[in-house]
């Protein structure tokens, strides 16, 4: 008589909805993080991983992130449709231990970046912070933050760390959008150029309260044209300042 029951066999259909709960409770992870994870929690065997999340990735229903996100898998909206009508498919105690997992795993996966918010020295009457996210020898994103506000500072420290991927993902779209039809900007952009795919953009933006000093690493040069041109348009420029207000300055509701 066996000592233990033997081990349920899962259809292909549950494990790729077992996939896409391991990467919306993780968030963010690239293929090889999260290969661990799914051998932590005895999921299934690499191959099959392999196999079916590329299934996955094919079919449009998982995605793979560029820019900063290069590498990294999501849920697509398709994505998240289909876990929201057939997540009852997946058993119960999967669902829980994925879950419970995901949380450490998460904060294991976030220590690797660094993560800065502090104060910097200011003029009298003045608030200045520093933000900052590196995951390498470049800072990938770094926003230095200027008000008259005591408020808008310091909620903008804690803000930061939930709202960078965010930020990262609204300044890449923006980059990312076709040329337009406004006139050559009369001043070179302020782009440094550390290695041919390591390009760093600052960028001056504002609103009546908030001074916002970005300096975003980009791919390309010709993305780091893209953005200084779009934000030379004032429009452009006063809609951007007032998403970084929104989500680093302002209390959710």
């Not at 995605?63 to 697509?76: N, V």
């Not at 039809?181 to 302020?190: H, K, V």
């Amino acid at each position: 008589m066996p000592a233990s029951p033997p081990t349920r066999s899962v259809p292909d259909v549950e494990n790729k909805l077992r996939l896409l709960y391991c990467v919306a409770a993780l968030e963010q992870v690239s293929e090889e993080q999260l290969w661990p994870f799914i051998a932590s929690l005895d999921l299934m065997d690499y191959l099959s991983m392999q196999l079916l999340l590329h299934d996955l990735i094919d079919s449009g229903v998982m995605t793979i992130g560029q820019q900063a996100f290069e590498g990294m898998l999501t849920l697509s909206p398709q994505g998240k449709e289909v876990l929201d009508m057939f997540s009852n498919r997946i058993m119960f105690s999967d669902k829980q231990r994925i879950t419970k997992a995901a949380i450490g795993y998460r904060s294991e996966l976030k220590g690797h970046k660094q993560v800065q918010a502090v104060y910097e020295a200011a003029l009298e009457g003045q608030y200045r912070v520093l933000l900052s996210l590196q995951d390498g020898e470049i800072p990938t994103l770094t926003i230095r933050l200027t008000t008259a506000v005591r408020e808008y500072a310091a909620y903008s420290l804690h803000a930061f760390e939930k709202s960078v991927s965010t930020i990262l993902l609204t300044l890449y779209n923006l980059a990312m959008e076709p040329e337009n039809d406004m006139e050559p900007s009369t001043s070179p952009p302020a782009l440094t150029t550390h290695s041919p795919h390591e390009h760093t953009l600052l960028a001056l933006l504002a609103t009546e309260d908030v001074a916002f000093e970005v300096t975003l690493l980009l791919p390309d040069v010709e993305s780091a044209i893209n953005l200084h041109q779009i934000l030379t348009d004032r429009k452009a420029q006063k809609k951007a300042a007032k998403r970084l207000f929104s989500m680093l300055c302002v209390k959710g509701p």
